[in-house]
C-alpha cells in the first residue's frame, strides 16, 4: 500500500491529504483503538510532530494518510502511532473479488461477519438486559421491595465493571500517555456514580432495608448518605454502548458502497490460448491477452471488442441503466455485463490500472480526507475533554459553595462529565463523505476530495468545452444533396467509395454513412490526398474529386453548402469530371441529453458557457441547439486557460466540464473541475469531480450531489455545536439527571449519523 509519489505541495495550509513532496513516501495506516475524534486529533498530532512527515487522520474510517521522508520507515510511524496508545498496521492486500451472491453487501447492517460488531452487541445486549431492572427500581418507587437496593447494586455491577470495560481500558490507556478522551469523561462519570453508590451502601444508610427514594430528571436528592446513582451509572453505560454499537453499524452501512464497488469485478476469466479457452483468476490477465465473455458474464478487465457483438450493461458501474451496444473495435470497461452475444475481448487495462480499480481509489481517497469545517471540528475536539474535566470540578465547587449540598453537585459534575462528549462532532463531516461520496460512485459521480464540496457551492458559472462533451465528439453524415440530374444514391457511393481510403474524422463519418446507405462500397484507383482541398480517386473509369468548396460551383450547389454551413455542419462538395454534382453535410452530433443537462445547470443557477476551438458559426448553432447564449469560438487548445481566467477575474466562480487532453490545463485552472469519465487520462486527472458516463445531465448531478453532501455536513456540526454548548450549561446548571445526560449523548452522535444515512437515497 506505499507508493512514492513527487506531487508539491501548493498551499502552505495543512493539506486535506497530505501531498508527498519530492522524495517522500505515501503510505496508508490501520488505526485501532480510537473511540472519538479527540483520539484521532491525538494520533494525528504526534505523527505530525515527527521530522518531515505529514499525516491526516480520519475517525469515521479509521485509517490515517502519511507522508514521510525517505530517513523514516513505517515502523517508525507504527511505533510512534502505538507510543500513543493506539494500534497501526498497513491494509493487507484485497481478497480476490466474488461472484457469491451477496458479494459486496457489507453494509446490510448485520453484524455477524465483523466479530468486533458482534463482540459489541454482545455485550450491549446483556448490559441493557442487566440494566432496564436497575433503572426500573430507581424510577417507580411503587417497585422498590424492602432491600431492593441490593438487587440492583448485583445486576448493575457486571455492567459497570464488564459492560463498560471498553470505555475503562481506552480512559487507562490515555491516562498511561497522558490524554484525555471522551472515554476519560465516560470512565470517570460511571464510576464516580458506581463509586458514590458503594459508599452509600457500605458506610451510609442506603444500605437499610426499607430504603425507599424518588426520581427526578434534575438534582434534587440532599441526604448524601441515602443517595445511589445505580441507575445512573448501569443506565449510561447502556446508552452508551447502545450509541457506540448504533455508531459502528452506522460507519459500517455509511462505507458499503466502497466496498461494494471494490467488488464488483469478476473472479476468473477465460483467455484464449493457442485456440483453447483456459480458465485462469483475474489477476494473471495480462495487457494484450484475449480473453472471451459469454452473455451474462461480467467483462473481466478493460479493453477492446475484437470478435463479436453485443450489448453492455453497465449500470453498477455508471449507474446508466440503459445497456450500451459494442461491436468489433469498441472498448469496454472491466465489471460491466455482457447482456447479449458472445464478446472476445483484447486486455488494455488491469489491475490498478483499470476503471473500476481507479474509481476505487479516487472514492477512497475522498473518503479519507478532511473538508476545513472537519479540521476545525478535529481542533475543539482536541481540547474539549481537558475543558470539560475544568468544568466538572468547577461545577462541583460551584454547587457545594453556593448549597453546602454535596449530593447536588456531585450530581452536576457527572452529568457535565457524561453529556459533553465530543463524538457527534468527529462523525459529523467523516461519515456524510463516506455515504456521500459512496452514494456518487454508484451513480458514475467520483468526487476527489472533500474540499470539492466547497467550490460546488460557490460555483456560478460553468464552462462546457463543445467536441465530446455536448456533442458526441464523433463526425456523423447528415444530409445529402444532390444536383439536378444527379442520383443521390450514386453522388453517395461514388463519395463513400473515395473517402473509405482515408482516415480524416469527416472521410470515416461519409465512408460509413454512405456503407448505410448504399451497402458495399466499389474499390478505387490512383487515390490522392490533395493539401487543403480534399481527395480524389479513380472510381468506375471517372475522376471523382471530394472535398473543400470549388471556386465556381453551380448556383444549386452552392445554395445548398452555404445553407449546411450556416447550420453549423461542414459542407464537403462531391464532383466528378470537372462538374460538382451535390454537397454532403457533416456534423459533430450534439448528444440527445445536452438540452436538458444545460436547463438542468441553469436550475441550479449557473450560467451556461459554451467553449471551442470550431469556427463561431458551428458554436452558436450548436448553443441555439441546446439553449446556451454565451459563445466563446476559434479558441486555440493553449488558450482556454486564458478564457478561464479571464472569466474568473471578472469575479465569477467558474466550473469547467471537458473530456480532452487540451482541456486538463483549463480543468485545472477553473474553481471546479468536473471530467468527463469517457475522455483522456489527462482530463480525468486534472478534474476533481470525474463524470463516468459520457452524459451532460451527470453533471448536474454531480453538483446536486456535493451541494447536498456539503449540506449535510453544515447540518450534522450545527447540531453537534449547539447540542454541546446548550447542554453544557443544562448539566451544569444540575437540570439533568446523569442518566438523562447519558441518553442525549448517546443520541447525538446516532442523530448525527443517520442524518447522514440520508444521502443513501439522493436520486
Known sequence: ????????????????????????????????????????????????????????????????????????????????????????????????????????????????????????????????????????????????????????????????????????????????????TMDTLVSLGTLAAFGWSLWALFFGDAGMPGMRHGFDLTVSRTDGASAIYLEAAAGVTAFLLLGRWLEARSKRRAGAALRALMELGAKDVAVLREGREVRIPVSRLAVGDRFVVRPGEKIATDGTVTEGASAVDASLLTGESVPVDVTVGDAVTGATVNAGGRLVVEATRVGADTQLARMAKLVEDAQSGKAEVQRLADRISGVFVPVVLVIAVATFGGWLGATGDTVAAFTAAVAVLIIACPCALGLATPTALLVGTGRGAQ?????????????????????????????????????????????????LRLAGAVEHASEHPVARAIAAGAEMGVGTLPGVEDFTNVPGRGVRARVEGREVSVGRLHDALPPEVARAADEAERNGRTAVVVGWDGTARGVLAVADAVRETSAEAVAELRRLGL????????????????????????????VLPEDKVAVVERLRAEGRTVA??????????????????????????????????????????????????????????????????????????????????????????AFSSVFVVTNSLRLRAFH
Open 1 to 180: 500500500m506505499t507508493s512514492t509519489t513527487a506531487d508539491t505541495r501548493t498551499s502552505a495550509d495543512t493539506p486535506t491529504t497530505p501531498a508527498a513532496e519530492p522524495g517522500h513516501t505515501e503510505v496508508e495506516l490501520l488505526i485501532g483503538g480510537m473511540t472519538c475524534a479527540s483520539c484521532a486529533a491525538r494520533v494525528e498530532k504526534k505523527l505530525n510532530r515527527m521530522d518531515g512527515v505529514t499525516a491526516t487522520v480520519n475517525y469515521a474510517t479509521e485509517k490515517a494518510r502519511v507522508s514521510y521522508p525517505a530517513t523514516t520507515e513505517v515502523a517508525d510511524l507504527i511505533a510512534t502511532v502505538v507510543k500513543t496508545g493506539y494500534t497501526a498496521e498497513e491494509p493487507a492486500p484485497p481478497p480476490e473479488p466474488s461472484d457469491e451472491p451477496g458479494s459486496g453487501e457489507g453494509g446490510s447492517g448485520e453484524d455477524g461477519d465483523d466479530p468486533e460488531l458482534s463482540a459489541l452487541r454482545q455485550r450491549l445486549v446483556v448490559s441493557v438486559l442487566l440494566a432496564a431492572p436497575v433503572v426500573l427500581l430507581a424510577m417507580v418507587p411503587a417497585l422498590q421491595f424492602d432491600n431492593w437496593q441490593w438487587l440492583s447494586l448485583t445486576l448493575a455491577a457486571p455492567v459497570v465493571v464488564w459492560g463498560g470495560l471498553p470505555f475503562h481500558r481506552a480512559a487507562w490507556t490515555g491516562l498511561r500517555h497522558g490524554a484525555a
Open 443 to 491: 451513480l458514475g459521480i467520483l468526487i476527489k476530495g472533500p474540499e470539492v464540496l466547497e467550490s460546488t457551492r460557490r460555483v456560478d458559472t460553468v464552462v462546457l468545452d463543445k467536441t465530446g462533451t455536448v456533442t458526441t465528439g464523433r463526425m456523423t453524415l447528415h444530409e445529402v444533396h444532390a444536383a439536378e440530374g444527379t442520383d443521390e444514391e450514386e453522388l
Open 607 to 634: 450560467t451556461p458557457v459554451l467553449l471551442t476551438g470550431d469556427n463561431r458559426r458551428v458554436a452558436e448553432s450548436v448553443a441555439a441547439a441546446v439553449g446556451i447564449d454565451e459563445v466563446i469560438a476559434e
Open 656 to 745: 469547467m466540464v471537458g473530456d480532452g487532453v487540451n482541456d486538463a490545463a483549463a480543468l485545472a485552472t477553473a474553481d471546479l473541475g468536473l471530467a468527463m469519465g469517457t475522455g483522456t487520462d489527462a482530463a480525468i486527472e486534472a478534474g476533481d469531480l470525474t463524470l463516468v458516463r459520457g452524459d451532460l445531465r451527470v453533471a448536474a448531478d454531480a453538483i446536486r450531489l456535493s451541494r447536498r453532501t456539503l449540506a449535510t455536513i453544515k447540518g450534522n456540526l450545527v447540531w453537534a455545536f449547539g447540542y454541546n454548548v446548550a447542554a453544557l450549561p443544562l448539566a451544569a446548571a444540575g437540570l439533568l439527571n446523569p442518566m438523562i445526560a447519558g441518553a442525549a449523548m
